[in-house]
């Protein structure tokens, strides 16, 4: 049995501990609260949004003369895995750089063996897990969580479209975890470009709508904003999911330090006791000694 001394030292560590992940849980929850708000309110207008284009997308003839939705071989392909700056979120970024990795190897392989697959991170963690995978990362943007509205991540979404635009890529996957609750995130791929519109074979998508000026010049407009909605939509959702994450994750290491706490005042009790029980042995036996 360790001594009463080393014991001591446990317990002083397991409580300094237990206190900075009781305090990162109560600050998890109050950021949780502010992110979910966020993804409240603009998941509906997000998918309402995206529902529009895919309708207005399924009525159209000559909706492959705007190039963010002209489908094309996706020889360069760039992957935007979207995860946080920080740990301490148990396996909220591993698990979805893995699924990263995963995709680049099941579904780009060809194009991964030939140098044309690229990843953009958003997040430091992200990043971080794709370099030890010997992915090829091309750029980052892992100050946005610094300062996190809309205008900022549409100036990212801006800068991917130019380069698809460009014919630097032909295709763009985001990959994310989605926020379901505290204690669940669905890790998410999705692609960004091009747009996927509505099959024209569908009659649920084709709505009676009257359109001025016209469907073309709508959908030409609409394109770029529904896609920086899209891409602010991911972030946000990712963000919620990783103060979730870590909500869970401190939960469970409070818990654990409370658990593991009880065990070593236990033992300190135990080691406590057999030192005074045997001191009292000691001077009983002197005593006897004494007597004789």
Do not use: W
């Not at 900075?20 to 979910?36: G, R």
């Not at 760039?78 to 750089?97: E, H």
């Not at 060809?110 to 991170?121: A, E, I, P, R, T």
């Not at 073309?216 to 904003?225: A, D, G, Q």
Request: with cysteine; net charge positive.
């Amino acid at each position: 049995m360790a001594g009463l001394k080393e014991i001591r030292i446990r317990i002083a560590s397991v409580k300094t501990t237990r206190q900075v992940t009781s305090a990162m849980k109560i600050v998890s929850a109050a950021k949780l609260k502010k992110a979910q708000d966020a993804v409240s309110q603009i998941r509906p207008y997000a998918n309402k949004l995206h529902g529009i284009l895919t309708s207005l997308g399924s009525s159209l003839e000559n909706a492959e003369d705007s190039i963010f939705t002209r489908q094309r071989e996706p020889e360069k392909v760039l992957i935007i895995l979207i995860t946080s700056n920080r740990g301490l979120c148990g396996g909220f970024n591993s698990n979805i750089s893995k699924n990263a990795a995963r995709l680049v190897h099941e579904k780009y392989s060809d194009q991964y063996k030939k140098g044309n697959v690229s990843f953009l991170c958003i997040g430091k963690q992200g990043m971080r897990q794709l370099k030890h995978l010997k992915m090829n990362v091309s750029d980052n943007n892992n100050d946005i969580f610094d300062n996190l509205n809309f205008e900022n991540v549409a100036a990212i979404a801006n800068q991917v479209m130019a380069d698809f635009e460009a014919g630097k890529f032909d295709r763009v996957e985001l990959v994310y975890n989605q926020f379901k609750n505290a204690a669940v995130q669905i890790q998410t791929t999705e692609q960004f470009l091009p747009v996927e519109l509505g099959d024209n074979t569908n009659a649920k998508n084709n709505a009676d709508y009257i359109f001025e000026p016209s469907k073309e010049y709508i959908i030409k407009v609409l394109i770029p904003r529904i896609l920086k909605i899209q891409f602010y939509k991911a972030i946000i959702d990712s963000f919620a999911a990783e103060h979730g994450a870590r909500l869970t994750a401190m939960h469970k290491a409070t818990d654990n330090a409370t658990e593991l706490l009880n065990y070593l005042t236990l033992q300190y009790n135990k080691a406590r006791q057999a030192s005074i029980t045997g001191e009292i042995l000691e001077i009983t036996s002197g005593a006897e000694a004494l007597k004789g």
